[in-house]
C-alpha cells in the first residue's frame, strides 16, 4: 500500500470512528475546518497554500501530508510548491527543515502515484 493511499485511509477510518462519538462540538469543529477551507474571498488553491505554510511553521507532518495532496488536487505546479516551502522555512527557521525534508519526498510520491498506471485486477474465472 502507498504511502498516499496508507495515510488517507487512515484519516478517513480514524475520522469515521471520531464522528460516530457523535460529540456536538467535536462535530462542530470539524465543520468549521471544512467551511474554512471552501472558496470565499479567497479561493481554494491559496487557502491550501496557506494552510501548507502554516502546518510547516507549526511542524505538524500530518497536517503537512494533508495540505500536500489538496494542493496537488489543485495543480500547483512543483514552482509553486517550493515558493511555499520557502515562505514556511523562512517564517518557522531551520527547525522546519526536517519537515521540509519529509514534505519534498510526499510531493514527489504525489507526483510519482498519478503518473504511474494501477496495476490491472484479474478475476479467476
Known amino acids: ?10 484519516r478517513q477510518r480514524m475520522n469515521e ?3 460516530a462519538a457523535d460529540n456536538k462540538v467535536i462535530k462542530r469543529f470539524f465543520n468549521l475546518d471544512t467551511n474554512t477551507y471552501q472558496a470565499g474571498a479567497v479561493d481554494v488553491k491559496t487557502k491550501e497554500m496557506l494552510g501548507l505554510a502554516c502546518s510547516m511553521v507549526l511542524r505538524c507532518d500530518d497536517c503537512i501530508k494533508y495540505h500536500l495532496g489538496k494542493c496537488f488536487e489543485e495543480k500547483l505546479t512543483d514552482e509553486e510548491i517550493y515558493e511555499v516551502f520557502a515562505i514556511a522555512n523562512l517564517i518557522g527557521g531551520s527547525i522546519v527543515i526536517p519537515h521540509f ?3 519534498v519526498e510526499y ?7 498519478a503518473t504511474t498506471p494501477a496495476p490491472e485486477h484479474h478475476h479467476a474465472v
Open 107 to 113: 510531493w514527489e510520491i504525489l507526483k510519482e502515484e
Open 1 to 10: 500500500m502507498s504511502q498516499v493511499t496508507e495515510f488517507n485511509e487512515y
Open 17 to 19: 470512528k471520531i464522528m
Open 101 to 103: 525534508r519529509r514534505a
